[in-house]
């Protein structure tokens, strides 16, 4: 398989799934300026929306969209329960936070990236997604991941956002059970490994 991505990208949260599921992968990372492979190939020519994460299988198949493709991951090594098995109301409890995390949170970043976003308008979308993470804080109240006790795709998700409010000025301190979830995410070897991989840990 490959796992097309861009360096800090929503494309880590399936190349964290694939080293918690022990899958083998290669890497193809694709440039979010040029919208260009390494090796210069027209990323449009992979994925016509332009956007990561990709992931192709050996038959030549593609997929795109996160949410999709973690699960899809999830199903190829069932012993490690990263997902509920399929047609189980876990499952769709997992759909729903992966539904909620694609639509509520890191879409909500997306202004916050954008230079042209009016100062006015940034200022209202950290407010939305302080109200979002309140919401999640709560959730992860008496629990180690969204699930309860055993880490999903759904967390890996969670994780890769969140990391991107440090450099959005969205303020997270006051989320004690968020904090406590993202140092306990960050130090799984497979989420290190993975940072590591992209350049992205601190030297």
């Not at 800090?8 to 193809?28: D, K, M, N, Q, Y």
């Not at 936070?97 to 976003?117: A, C, M, Q, V």
């Not at 991107?164 to 969205?170: D, I, K, R, T």
């Amino acid at each position: 398989m490959k796992l097309y991505y861009s360096n800090g990208a929503c494309s880590l949260s399936p190349h964290i799934v694939l080293r918690e599921a022990g899958l083998p992968f290669t890497l193809v990372r694709a440039s979010t300026k040029t919208h260009a492979l390494d090796d210069g190939t027209d990323f449009y020519t992979i994925n016509p929306k332009g956007s990561v994460p990709v992931l192709e299988l050996d038959n030549g198949e593609r997929l795109t969209e996160g949410p999709a493709i973690v699960q899809y991951l999830a199903d190829q090594a069932p012993d490690k329960h990263l997902a509920p098995a399929n047609g189980t109301w876990p499952r769709y409890r997992l759909q729903e936070w992966l539904n909620f995390i694609t639509s509520e949170i890191h879409k909500g970043y997306s202004p916050l990236f954008r230079p042209d976003t009016p100062e006015e308008f940034k200022t209202i979308a950290r407010a939305t997604l302080a109200k979002r993470y309140a919401y999640v804080d709560g959730k992860l109240a008496g629990r180690h991941y969204l699930m309860g006790e055993q880490f999903t795709v759904a967390d890996a998700y969670l994780f890769v956002v969140t990391t991107w409010a440090q450099y959005v000025g969205v303020d997270l301190s006051s989320y004690a059970n968020l904090g406590a979830f993202m140092a306990r995410v960050s130090a799984r070897p497979a989420v290190q490994a993975a940072l590591e991989a992209e350049g992205l840990t601190k030297k």
